[in-house]
Protein backbone atom coordinates (compact mmCIF):
# COMPACT_ATOMS: atom_id res chain seq x y z
CA UNK A 1 0.00 0.00 0.00
CA UNK A 2 1.23 3.52 -0.70
CA UNK A 3 2.85 5.38 2.17
CA UNK A 4 0.55 8.88 1.41
CA UNK A 5 -3.04 7.32 0.06
CA UNK A 6 -5.86 4.26 0.78
CA UNK A 7 -7.61 2.51 -1.48
CA UNK A 8 -9.97 -0.49 -2.31
CA UNK A 9 -9.09 -3.33 -4.66
CA UNK A 10 -11.20 -4.10 -7.31
CA UNK A 11 -14.32 -6.12 -6.64
CA UNK A 12 -16.21 -7.98 -9.25
CA UNK A 13 -19.58 -7.63 -8.83
CA UNK A 14 -21.02 -8.80 -12.12
CA UNK A 15 -18.97 -10.22 -14.62
CA UNK A 16 -19.62 -7.07 -16.92
CA UNK A 17 -19.41 -4.59 -14.20
CA UNK A 18 -16.35 -3.25 -11.61
CA UNK A 19 -16.71 -0.88 -9.31
CA UNK A 20 -13.67 1.26 -8.23
CA UNK A 21 -13.50 3.32 -5.18
CA UNK A 22 -10.58 5.34 -4.38
CA UNK A 23 -10.09 7.24 -1.31
CA UNK A 24 -6.58 9.28 -0.65
CA UNK A 25 -5.50 11.55 1.36
CA UNK A 26 -2.30 12.65 2.81
CA UNK A 27 0.43 15.44 3.20
CA UNK A 28 0.48 17.64 0.66
CA UNK A 29 4.61 17.68 0.58
CA UNK A 30 4.25 14.18 0.18
CA UNK A 31 2.49 14.79 -3.14
CA UNK A 32 4.62 17.39 -4.32
CA UNK A 33 6.88 14.81 -5.89
CA UNK A 34 4.24 12.78 -7.35
CA UNK A 35 3.06 15.51 -8.73
CA UNK A 36 5.59 16.81 -10.35
CA UNK A 37 6.31 13.49 -12.20
CA UNK A 38 2.83 12.76 -13.70
CA UNK A 39 3.27 16.45 -15.72
CA UNK A 40 0.91 18.22 -12.71
CA UNK A 41 2.25 21.00 -10.97
CA UNK A 42 1.28 21.84 -7.44
CA UNK A 43 -1.34 23.87 -8.08
CA UNK A 44 -3.31 21.67 -10.13
CA UNK A 45 -2.75 22.85 -13.38
CA UNK A 46 -1.05 20.20 -15.88
CA UNK A 47 2.09 20.82 -17.60
CA UNK A 48 2.92 19.83 -21.31
CA UNK A 49 2.37 15.97 -21.88
CA UNK A 50 5.40 13.31 -22.53
CA UNK A 51 5.81 12.57 -25.63
CA UNK A 52 3.35 10.65 -27.84
CA UNK A 53 3.87 6.71 -27.38
CA UNK A 54 3.56 4.15 -29.78
CA UNK A 55 0.40 1.92 -29.97
CA UNK A 56 2.78 -0.91 -29.50
CA UNK A 57 3.93 1.09 -25.88
CA UNK A 58 0.66 1.67 -24.99
CA UNK A 59 -0.30 -1.84 -25.08
CA UNK A 60 2.60 -3.47 -22.66
CA UNK A 61 0.73 -1.12 -20.29
CA UNK A 62 -2.83 -3.08 -21.47
CA UNK A 63 -3.84 0.38 -22.82
CA UNK A 64 -5.54 -0.53 -26.26
CA UNK A 65 -7.02 1.90 -28.56
CA UNK A 66 -7.77 3.89 -25.56
CA UNK A 67 -9.04 1.39 -23.31
CA UNK A 68 -7.65 -0.48 -20.60
CA UNK A 69 -9.41 -3.40 -19.47
CA UNK A 70 -10.51 -3.13 -15.92
CA UNK A 71 -9.68 -6.09 -14.58
CA UNK A 72 -5.96 -5.34 -14.45
CA UNK A 73 -6.84 -2.44 -12.32
CA UNK A 74 -5.76 -3.75 -8.69
CA UNK A 75 -5.77 -0.53 -7.02
CA UNK A 76 -5.51 3.39 -7.59
CA UNK A 77 -5.17 6.96 -5.69
CA UNK A 78 -5.98 10.24 -6.60
CA UNK A 79 -3.19 12.53 -7.26
CA UNK A 80 -5.13 15.72 -7.36
CA UNK A 81 -7.87 16.69 -8.92
CA UNK A 82 -6.56 16.54 -12.71
CA UNK A 83 -5.06 12.73 -12.26
CA UNK A 84 -5.39 9.64 -10.57
CA UNK A 85 -2.67 6.89 -10.62
CA UNK A 86 -4.07 3.37 -11.37
CA UNK A 87 -1.65 0.37 -10.19
CA UNK A 88 -2.26 -2.45 -12.43
CA UNK A 89 -1.29 -6.34 -12.16
CA UNK A 90 2.22 -6.89 -12.60
CA UNK A 91 3.29 -3.40 -10.87
CA UNK A 92 3.10 -1.14 -14.09
CA UNK A 93 1.37 2.00 -13.32
CA UNK A 94 -1.22 3.85 -15.74
CA UNK A 95 -2.25 7.77 -14.89
CA UNK A 96 -5.60 8.60 -15.36
CA UNK A 97 -5.75 12.21 -16.30
CA UNK A 98 -9.26 14.53 -16.03
CA UNK A 99 -11.03 16.74 -18.55
CA UNK A 100 -10.61 19.94 -16.49
CA UNK A 101 -10.61 20.02 -12.71
CA UNK A 102 -12.86 17.55 -10.73
CA UNK A 103 -13.57 19.11 -7.89
CA UNK A 104 -13.85 17.33 -5.01
CA UNK A 105 -12.52 14.12 -5.99
CA UNK A 106 -9.26 14.64 -3.87
CA UNK A 107 -11.31 14.84 -0.57
CA UNK A 108 -14.17 12.56 -1.10
CA UNK A 109 -12.72 10.08 -3.55
CA UNK A 110 -14.37 8.11 -6.64
CA UNK A 111 -16.35 5.70 -7.68
CA UNK A 112 -16.09 4.30 -11.89
CA UNK A 113 -18.39 1.41 -13.41
CA UNK A 114 -16.59 -0.01 -16.31
CA UNK A 115 -19.03 -2.06 -18.75
CA UNK A 116 -18.05 -4.86 -20.80
CA UNK A 117 -14.39 -4.54 -18.93
CA UNK A 118 -13.24 -1.62 -20.40
CA UNK A 119 -12.36 1.53 -18.99
CA UNK A 120 -11.74 4.55 -22.02
CA UNK A 121 -10.61 7.42 -22.62
CA UNK A 122 -12.65 10.30 -23.65
CA UNK A 123 -15.53 7.77 -23.54
CA UNK A 124 -15.71 7.11 -19.58
CA UNK A 125 -16.31 9.44 -16.73
CA UNK A 126 -15.97 9.07 -12.85
CA UNK A 127 -18.14 9.73 -10.10
CA UNK A 128 -17.47 11.76 -7.41
CA UNK A 129 -18.23 10.26 -3.88
CA UNK A 130 -20.52 12.89 -1.67
CA UNK A 131 -20.57 14.94 -4.21
CA UNK A 132 -22.16 13.16 -7.55
CA UNK A 133 -20.22 15.11 -9.69
CA UNK A 134 -19.13 13.38 -12.84
CA UNK A 135 -15.73 13.98 -14.61
CA UNK A 136 -14.79 13.00 -17.82
CA UNK A 137 -11.34 10.92 -18.41
CA UNK A 138 -9.26 12.74 -20.68
CA UNK A 139 -6.24 9.66 -21.42
CA UNK A 140 -5.08 6.96 -19.86
CA UNK A 141 -1.17 7.08 -20.36
CA UNK A 142 1.73 4.85 -19.28
CA UNK A 143 3.78 5.59 -16.15
CA UNK A 144 7.40 4.65 -16.20
Known amino acids: MNHFSRG ?24 AEEWHRYGVSKTGQQQAKPEMVTDAELALWGIVDGCLNSRLVHYFYVLNSHAAVLELAGGKKVLMRFHGDCQGV ?6 HTAQNDKFCADSHSIRVLQTGDRCKVESLEPYP
Open 106 to 111: EQYGFV
Open 8 to 31: VEVKSWKRWTIFWVVLAFGPQQLL
